[in-house]
Structures are given as structure tokens and as C-alpha cells.
Nanobody, 129 residues
Framework: QVQLVESGGGSVQSGGSLRLSCAASGYTDSRYCLGWFRQAPGKEREGVAAIDSDGTTTYADSVKGRFTISQDNGKNSMYLEMNSLKPEDTAMYYC???????????????????????WGQGTQVTVSS
């Protein structure tokens, strides 16, 4: 059974930084896509960043240059380093995973959260102005 557990959320002031972690267990696919998504109150869940099993990354335009996604295969973990945070980054952040077969990780990420099969419970990020 696949389990994803996020941690690292919190409250920071505008311009601050946070590092989110996602610990994965029970995942056996050798090729996979891992993603970070976020959902603010009253808004749809949106993609933030994704990384595949080869280390190729994809970012939403709104976070390019500020957020960095990475993974540590030895620890079965994924991270999201968030810098220069803005109030509009306030949301519940979720990690998600799916196997890769035909299409690329970017292909799935750009087509929205419904493409991902496995989800964590979320971690709250609040950025105050």
C-alpha cells in the first residue's frame, strides 16, 4: 500500500522560506512521477512542481525561480524548497505520485491532479504580508 506523508508546513512572513518534505513508502514502480500540488480555500487544486524518477523537473510558472523540487531516492523522500514566499502561496500543500509508462511526468503534471493516483494528507503553508 502506497503511503505519502508530508511535513514541514508552517507560518512565515512574506519573503520567508520553508522546506516541505514528502516521505513515501510502499511504492514499487521503477519509473514514477512525484508532484507537489496546492489548494487554497475556495480554489481548485493546482500543480506546483513535479519530478520524475530520472530527476527531470517541471514547475508552474507562478513558482519558477522561487521553488525547487528535489528527491532523495535513498530516503524515499521528495522535497520542496520554497523561497521568496508570497501571501498568494498560502495553501494546503499535497504530495502526489503516479507510475510512468508512456507519457512523461510533465505531460501528466500539466493535465492536472486527476492524473495522480496516490496522495498525502497535506501540510498547511501560511504566508502573511
Amino acid at each position: 500500500q502506497v503511503q505519502l506523508v508530508e511535513s514541514g508546513g508552517g507560518s512565515v512572513q512574506s519573503g520567508g522560506s520553508l522546506r516541505l518534505s514528502c516521505a513515501a513508502s510502499g511504492y514499487t514502480d521503477s519509473r514514477y512521477c512525484l508532484g507537489w500540488f496546492r489548494q487554497a480555500p475556495g480554489k481548485e487544486r493546482e500543480g506546483v512542481a513535479a519530478i520524475d524518477s530520472d530527476g527531470t523537473t517541471t514547475y508552474a510558472d507562478s513558482v519558477k525561480g522561487r521553488f525547487t523540487i528535489s528527491q532523495d531516492n535513498g530516503k524515499n523522500s521528495m522535497y520542496l524548497e520554497m523561497n521568496s514566499l508570497k501571501p498568494e502561496d498560502t495553501a494546503m500543500y499535497y504530495c502526489a505520485a503516479r507510475p510512468l509508462q508512456v507519457w512523461s511526468c510533465a505531460y501528466h503534471f500539466n493535465r492536472g491532479p486527476a492524473r495522480f493516483a496516490y496522495w498525502g494528507q497535506g501540510t498547511q503553508v501560511t504566508v502573511s504580508s
